[in-house]
């Protein structure tokens, strides 16, 4: 259900930008959607587990038999003949066809079919895995993107409002000049207030811009003529987190956790299949073949002649032992030692990964503690930072402080704002970190 939703978003998505339609506005589980249907990685980690389950399949193919058929013509230079007295015979025809299918079947391999067998087995296990840990990632990086174009829109939303005070203070400065309450430079004192801070309005259009084109390269939009903008408010993202729980899920769900484990069982399959190189190999043939007949006294073929045509049934059994990999400097025994080291060495990194995965939990759940503690201060600080600014403008307004004074107060309340949209923003990064650590898109 949910692919199909995703294909007919891309299809409508498309089809309204081949259309030149207005703006397409996605929702952030409409851009995941999106995203995933258009993803080229995820495409190629797709055909991927699909080649490794084709080497599965070839690998299995050892266990059902081998079966092939060949027809053979060979011209005799000359054709061969004895002479017994005055009469000449001969003893073969110069263009015989001959007919055989042969049949083989391996019987037993003492382990080496099983081995590969289960070696292509845990490729295919590796290469799903790679899928759905880019699949999670592609949903991550998108949830990223989004909330850094929030945020940026918070921004530019924030300093266009205080762009609006600063003009205000302006036009009250102008009526105050008019009425001949303050001297020009407090009107030219706010005018180039005004003026110095569209620079950080341009600023912060521009920065939406390179937000949008974050976003529309993570989706993988191509079309030039596609415009888009994305829907939602910057708030911070409400999970519960347990951190038994989050330690469990880490080290069951990591990736790199998870990829490891999987190279170690791929590493103990191919010692399992190495060791089992060694040992012989039983199989089974039967072959049937029927040559052309051809006429001893004329040297003629008979191809038409039934019974002209001799068949011979072959049939038995062959056993191979490889002596050599039994030797100490075979390049078998040498392999079975090397994949032991392999598998060693992988335990011991192991170790030092996981323990690296425990310190990054606890200091990610750490990491969003103290933005929530500084999201409850932020808002608290912009509450007070409003109340000192309409205070300040009433103020100013009865002229009782000068424009420094409501310009200290627009630029406390814009820090506090900016502060505060920071401050969630960062909250729900450190919330996208703990999810790439337990190794999932949501909580």
């Given at each position: 259900m949910k692919r199909l939703a995703a294909t007919v978003l891309a299809a409508v998505v498309l089809a309204a930008a081949a259309a030149g339609a207005e703006t397409y506005r996605f929702t952030l589980e409409q851009a995941i959607a999106y995203g995933?249907?258009?993803?080229?990685?995820?495409?190629?980690?797709?055909?991927?587990?699909?080649?490794?389950?084709?080497d599965l399949a070839a690998a299995r193919s050892g266990y059902y038999p081998s079966i092939s058929a060949s027809l053979t013509y060979s011209h005799l230079f000359p054709q061969p003949t004895q002479e017994v007295g005055p009469v000449t015979y001969y003893l073969a025809a110069t263009d015989p066809l001959s007919l055989s299918a042969n049949l083989s079947q391996t019987l037993y391999t003492f382990g080496k079919l099983k081995a590969g067998v289960k070696l292509a087995e845990e490729g295919v296990a590796q290469a799903g895995l790679d899928l759905a840990e880019e699949t999670r990632k592609t949903v991550v990086l998108i949830k990223r993107a989004y909330y850094a174009y929030l945020l940026a829109t918070e921004v530019l939303a924030i300093n266009e409002q205080t762009l609006g005070r600063k003009?205000?203070?302006?036009?009250?400065?102008?009526?105050?000049?008019?009425?001949?309450?303050?001297?020009?430079y407090e009107v030219l004192r706010a005018e180039s207030d005004l003026e110095s801070y569209r620079a950080t309005v341009i600023s912060s259009r521009n920065a939406v811009r390179i937000a949008l084109l974050n976003v529309r390269n993570t989706l993988g939009i191509k079309e030039e003529e596609f415009s888009f903008e994305l829907l939602g408010a910057l708030e911070p993202l409400q999970v519960k987190l347990e951190r038994k729980g989050l330690?469990?899920?880490?080290?069951?769900?990591?990736?790199?956790?998870?990829?490891?484990?999987?190279?170690?069982?791929?590493?103990?399959?191919?010692?399992?299949?190495?060791?089992?190189?060694?040992?012989?190999?039983?199989?089974g043939f039967v072959s049937y073949q029927l040559a052309s007949g051809f006429d001893?006294?004329?040297?003629?073929?008979?191809?038409?002649?039934?019974?002209?045509?001799?068949?011979?049934?072959?049939?038995?059994?062959?056993?191979?032992?490889?002596?050599?990999?039994?030797?100490?400097?075979?390049?078998e025994s040498a392999a079975i030692r090397k994949s032991a080291l392999q598998l060693e060495n992988l335990r011991l990194?192991?170790?030092?990964l996981e323990s690296g995965v425990r310190i990054a939990v606890e200091s990610g759940l750490l990491k969003v503690a103290e933005q929530e503690a500084k999201?409850?201060?932020?808002?608290?600080?912009?509450?007070?930072?409003?109340?000192?600014?309409?205070s300040a403008e009433q103020q100013y307004l009865g002229g009782y402080i000068s424009s420094i004074d409501l310009k200290d107060a627009q630029l406390g309340l814009n820090g506090a704002q900016l502060a505060y949209a920071q401050a969630i923003f960062e909250h729900n990064q450190n919330i996208l970190e703990l999810m790439d650590l337990a190794g999932v898109a949501e909580f």
């Open positions: 995933l249907q258009n993803s080229a990685s995820i495409k190629s980690k797709a055909l991927a587990l699909e080649a490794a389950k084709q003009q205000d203070a302006l036009e009250v400065a102008q009526k105050r000049y008019e009425a001949g309450l303050v001297a020009d330690l469990e899920l880490a080290l069951a769900r990591k990736y790199e956790l998870l990829s490891f484990r999987k190279g170690m069982d791929i590493v103990a399959a191919q010692e399992r299949l190495n060791r089992s190189l060694n040992k012989p190999t039983l199989a001893a006294a004329t040297g003629a073929n008979e191809y038409f002649s039934a019974d002209a045509w001799d068949g011979s049934l072959t049939a038995g059994l062959s056993l191979s032992v490889p002596v050599s990999a039994y030797l100490p400097w075979s390049k990194q192991y170790q030092s999201i409850a201060s932020g808002r608290k600080s912009v509450e007070l930072a409003q109340r000192l600014y309409e």
